[in-house]
Structure formats: structure tokens, C-alpha cells
């Protein structure tokens, strides 16, 4: 059975998709931009800034099925620029201390014209 993922604390989907699903004890989020949950205006205009609330966003998520980051097995990440890598990294590493798999790569664009996108799997239900 699917149990779909819904907060407020974070920002809800901007298209045909949810926040998350729930399936076996994993749970299956969509990709956070730098969006606020609360005005769903992205936030910030550097990586830094940009990453600082996607990872408020991961939180959120992730705190919505009573887990964290060290739960999450795998990330995939999207920049805009690969020149952002060392910083976005920086920022990352901070959030995902129990190092889950992942892949990360550069795009042309992404939605809303921000500067990152992470999705992540993880463990819940423990």
C-alpha cells in the first residue's frame, strides 16, 4: 500500500506529483528546490542560500515520517552550474553525516530557475 507524503512544513507540489510516497519503509521524496513553505517564492540567490533551504526542506520531510538525515540511503542532486560543487559539498556534508549514496550532475535548467534540486530516499517506520 502507498502512503503519500503531506506537510506544511514543506513546500507543497508545484505540478502533477506529491511531496512523497511511503512504501515497504521507504519513503520516496520528490526533489526539494529552495522554495518557502510558506510563500512558495524561492529563497535566497546563491548556492549557499539556495542549498541552506533545500535542506529545510529535506528536514521537513523527513521529520513528517519521524526520521532525519541520517536515515536517508540515497540522494540524487541536481545543479545548475557544476562550478557551484565545492560550495553546494560544503553545505551538504553539514546535513548528510551518515554519507548516503549519491549521485549529483549538472543540468541546464532547473525549475523556477534555481540553482540546486536534491531528492532523497529513506529508511522510515523504524
Same mark, same amino acid.
Do not use: W
Given at each position: 500500500? *502507498?502512503?503519500? #507524503?503531506?506537510?506544511?512544513?514543506?513546500?507543497?507540489?508545484?505540478?502533477? &506529483?506529491?511531496? !512523497?510516497?511511503? #512504501?515497504?519503509? *521507504?519513503?520516496?521524496?520528490?526533489?526539494?528546490?529552495? %522554495?518557502?513553505?510558506? =510563500? !512558495?517564492?524561492?529563497? !535566497?540567490? =546563491?548556492?549557499?542560500?539556495?542549498?541552506?533551504? #533545500?535542506?529545510?526542506?529535506?528536514?521537513? *520531510?523527513?521529520?513528517?515520517?519521524?526520521?532525519?538525515? =541520517?536515515?536517508?540511503?540515497?540522494?540524487?542532486?541536481?545543479? $545548475?552550474?557544476?562550478?557551484?560543487? $565545492?560550495?553546494?559539498?560544503?553545505? &551538504?556534508?553539514? &546535513?548528510?553525516? !551518515?554519507?548516503?549514496?549519491?549521485?549529483?550532475?549538472?543540468?541546464?535548467? *532547473?525549475?523556477?530557475? #534555481? %540553482?540546486?534540486?536534491?531528492?532523497?530516499?529513506?529508511?522510515?517506520?523504524?
Amino acid at each position: 500500500m *502507498l502512503n503519500y #507524503v503531506e506537510t506544511k512544513h514543506a513546500p507543497a507540489a508545484i505540478g502533477p &506529483y506529491s511531496q !512523497g510516497i511511503v #512504501v515497504n519503509n *521507504l519513503a520516496f521524496f520528490s526533489g526539494q528546490i529552495p %522554495l518557502s513553505p510558506e =510563500t !512558495g517564492e524561492v529563497v !535566497g540567490d =546563491t548556492i549557499e542560500a539556495q542549498t541552506e533551504q #533545500v535542506m529545510a526542506n529535506i528536514r521537513a *520531510l523527513l521529520e513528517s515520517q519521524n526520521a532525519d538525515f =541520517t536515515d536517508v540511503v540515497k540522494t540524487t542532486c541536481f545543479l $545548475a552550474d557544476i562550478a557551484d560543487f $565545492a560550495a553546494f559539498n560544503e553545505i &551538504y556534508a553539514k &546535513y548528510f553525516t !551518515g554519507k548516503p549514496a549519491r549521485s549529483c550532475v549538472a543540468v541546464k535548467d *532547473l525549475p523556477k530557475g #534555481v %540553482l540546486c534540486e536534491v531528492e532523497c530516499i529513506a529508511a522510515v517506520g523504524k
